[in-house]
């Protein structure tokens, strides 16, 4: 799961977003000065990681991505589930993706002071190039996968997976569906506790 999905999952909590947001590559050093509020939204991204790459569906998916992608398939499988989400938003919530886009942007520009120096520039970039927005259109996600093609430092297909997905289309949709109803209950829980 990506962006989009991570924010997502944050549901209303502006400090469960912000915490979300951050945790990739947040050494437990430095969250565990943030405030507990904005913790609880580290953990909860850990704990969606944890989710998604045990998942059943999420397992077959990125099996089914190895083959052409490498260790890259999580990577590939991450996107591709952000692109299903955007695509179909309106399967998952009632809140307009273009009203959840700015809110979410509204929130994480307010809290730039939690973030690292590279998770502001990466914020920056997300925000001028209106990536969860563009995660929805063809175009957007091939864009996506031929940036993380580009900036890796090892041989990768990321570029093609996108043609990948196109020929698997109907199977792999109905995998992410399914993961995505699964990963939405058990964050709702989550939250809750």
Request: hydrophobic share 40%.
């Amino acid at each position: 799961m990506n962006i989009l999905g991570h924010c997502l999952l944050s549901g209303d909590d502006p400090h469960l977003l912000i915490g979300n947001f951050i945790a990739d590559g947040l050494p437990r050093s430095k969250w565990s000065k943030l405030p507990a509020s904005i913790q609880k939204g580290v953990r909860l991204h850990h704990f969606i990681d944890t989710f998604t790459d045990s998942h059943p569906k999420t397992e077959e998916l990125i099996a089914s991505l190895r083959p052409s992608q490498g260790k890259y398939a999580p990577v590939v499988s991450d996107l591709l589930i952000d692109h299903v989400l955007a695509r179909d938003w309106d399967r998952y919530t009632s809140i307009p993706l273009t009203d959840f886009v700015d809110r979410v942007h509204t929130e994480l520009a307010e809290a730039t002071a939690h973030m690292t120096e590279g998770r502001k520039r990466m914020f920056s970039f997300m925000r001028q190039q209106n990536w969860l927005l563009s995660y929805a259109e063809t175009e957007g996600i091939q864009m996506a996968l031929k940036g993380m093609h580009r900036r890796s430092s090892f041989p990768n297909r990321m570029d093609v997976a996108y043609a990948d997905y196109v020929t698997n289309k109907a199977h792999w949709d109905r995998l992410i569906g399914d993961f995505l109803q699964d990963v939405i209950s058990a964050a709702a829980q989550k939250r809750a506790q």
